[in-house]
């Protein structure tokens, strides 16, 4: 029985810098495996790490990866000799959710539904959660007839994966998790950054890794005053209590004084401020802290105005960022016209 793997949970002020930062620690140790179910995020550690003559050489040896949390589950599934099956796409799940919908009785709550369109996509995002949250619907305190008719199309689903030969990452997940856990000699370390939630099923397979002997790494959001302020950090440390916490300082200036209460970090002349913002994220939380400082100070809302290079890309961060200021935003951006209900139910 191998030794119980440590855990250490590294807590990082918002924005990609501090991540990187903190990432750069751990480049240099050899079997060394990045993951993420973020992509973006993946492929900016990726650059970075290419970016660097010294932190490349152990990229390109293979003495560290860096990939999707999908690629480390098939590692694990291929030493625990899981049976082969390939990735289903959203399209294929779409498609699978659609044959087992086709099951239905005539009386079911959701056989005329069940042709609408955008049904099957929102079955396959129902039935993800379900599995990701180690919700078994058969165990209902009050069962009702939705709920019974849910938990067969979760079956139905399932079989059409396995009739296929298809899967899921949460349905290779639960079936590696029931499998002793094996682990390839050449791995040791896994760092996990950049997950805005940690649900049950994954936390399962951070124990699961543990239990193989792997150290882990978690990479976590913090607030600096206000705790409850991004709830995957509270997640953590109460799925591994006995864990070395330890927070991460940035010298990324704007990511360090960001949600703290003191002033913004910005050069200043001739009346022009300019705030140094890591990426869209900051940028978009310090314009709306500004300005939340102005009205404050007693501005009128009609006097400030804020300019953007691209709306598509922003709108939607200065969106939540005015909700949580509190901030009045008006705003005029394109959207797809399938974002509409009412257009989509159409």
Same mark, same amino acid.
């Given at each position: 029985?191998?030794?119980?793997?440590?855990?250490?949970?590294?807590?990082?002020?918002?924005?990609?810098?501090?991540?990187?930062?903190?990432?750069?620690?751990?480049?240099?140790?050899?079997?060394?495996?990045?993951?993420?179910?973020?992509?973006?995020?993946?492929?900016?550690?990726?650059?970075?790490?290419?970016?660097?003559?010294?932190?490349? +050489?152990?990229?390109? $040896?293979?003495?560290?990866?860096?990939?999707?949390?999908?690629?480390?589950?098939?590692?694990?599934?291929?030493?625990?000799?899981?049976?082969? &099956?390939?990735?289903?796409?959203?399209?294929?799940?779409?498609?699978?959710?659609?044959?087992?919908?086709?099951?239905?009785?005539?009386?079911?709550?959701?056989?005329?539904?069940?042709?609408?369109?955008?049904?099957?996509?929102?079955?396959?995002?129902?039935?993800? %959660?379900?599995?990701?949250?180690?919700?078994?619907? @058969?165990?209902?305190?009050?069962?009702?007839?939705?709920?019974?008719?849910?938990?067969?199309? =979760?079956?139905?689903?399932?079989?059409?994966?396995?009739?296929?030969?298809? $899967?899921?990452?949460?349905?290779?997940?639960?079936?590696?998790?029931?499998?002793?856990?094996?682990?390839?000699?050449?791995? +040791?370390?896994?760092?996990?950054?950049?997950? $805005?939630?940690?649900?049950?099923?994954?936390?399962?397979?951070?124990?699961?890794?543990?239990?193989?002997?792997?150290?882990?790494?978690?990479?976590?959001?913090?607030?600096?005053?206000?705790?409850?302020?991004?709830?995957? &950090?509270?997640?953590?440390?109460?799925?591994?209590?006995?864990?070395?916490?330890?927070?991460?300082?940035?010298?990324?200036?704007?990511?360090?004084?960001?949600?703290?209460?003191?002033?913004?970090?910005?050069?200043?002349?001739?009346?022009?401020?300019?705030?140094? =913002?890591?990426?869209?994220?900051? %940028?978009?939380?310090?314009?709306?802290?500004?300005?939340?400082?102005?009205?404050?100070?007693?501005?009128?809302?009609?006097?400030?105005?804020?300019? @953007?290079?691209?709306?598509?890309?922003?709108?939607?961060?200065? %969106?939540?960022?005015?909700?949580?200021?509190?901030?009045?935003?008006?705003?005029?951006?394109?959207?797809?016209?399938?974002?509409?209900?009412?257009?989509?139910?159409?």
């Amino acid at each position: 029985m191998p030794r119980r793997g440590g855990v250490t949970i590294l807590r990082l002020l918002p924005g990609f810098a501090a991540v990187r930062e903190a990432a750069a620690r751990f480049s240099h140790d050899k079997g060394t495996f990045f993951t993420s179910s973020n992509a973006s995020s993946i492929a900016q550690l990726r650059d970075h790490i290419e970016a660097s003559d010294d932190l490349r +050489k152990h990229y390109e $040896t293979g003495s560290i990866r860096i990939d999707l949390l999908g690629s480390l589950v098939s590692v694990f599934a291929d030493s625990a000799n899981l049976p082969l &099956a390939r990735p289903a796409g959203s399209d294929h799940q779409e498609a699978l959710a659609g044959l087992a919908a086709e099951k239905l009785p005539n009386d079911s709550p959701f056989f005329e539904c069940r042709q609408l369109p955008g049904f099957h996509a929102a079955l396959v995002d129902t039935l993800q %959660e379900l599995r990701r949250h180690d919700i078994d619907l @058969s165990r209902a305190v009050s069962p009702s007839r939705k709920l019974a008719d849910i938990h067969d199309l =979760a079956e139905g689903f399932e079989d059409a994966l396995a009739t296929h030969r298809f $899967t899921t990452l949460s349905h290779r997940l639960k079936g590696l998790l029931d499998a002793s856990p094996s682990v390839p000699q050449e791995l +040791k370390l896994v760092v996990w950054l950049s997950e $805005t939630e940690w649900p049950p099923l994954w936390l399962r397979f951070g124990d699961w890794l543990r239990l193989a002997g792997l150290e882990l790494v978690f990479f976590t959001e913090r607030h600096l005053t206000d705790a409850s302020f991004f709830p995957a &950090a509270a997640q953590l440390g109460a799925a591994f209590p006995d864990a070395r916490i330890e927070d991460v300082q940035s010298r990324a200036p704007a990511c360090a004084s960001l949600f703290s209460g003191g002033a913004a970090a910005a050069r200043s002349n001739d009346g022009v401020t300019v705030l140094e =913002a890591a990426d869209e994220y900051l %940028e978009s939380e310090w314009a709306l802290r500004t300005v939340h400082s102005h009205l404050e100070l007693g501005e009128p809302e009609e006097r400030i105005c804020i300019f @953007s290079r691209h709306l598509e890309n922003y709108g939607p961060l200065l %969106e939540a960022a005015s909700l949580r200021f509190g901030v009045p935003l008006k705003m005029s951006r394109q959207e797809p016209l399938l974002a509409n209900p009412f257009a989509s139910y159409c």
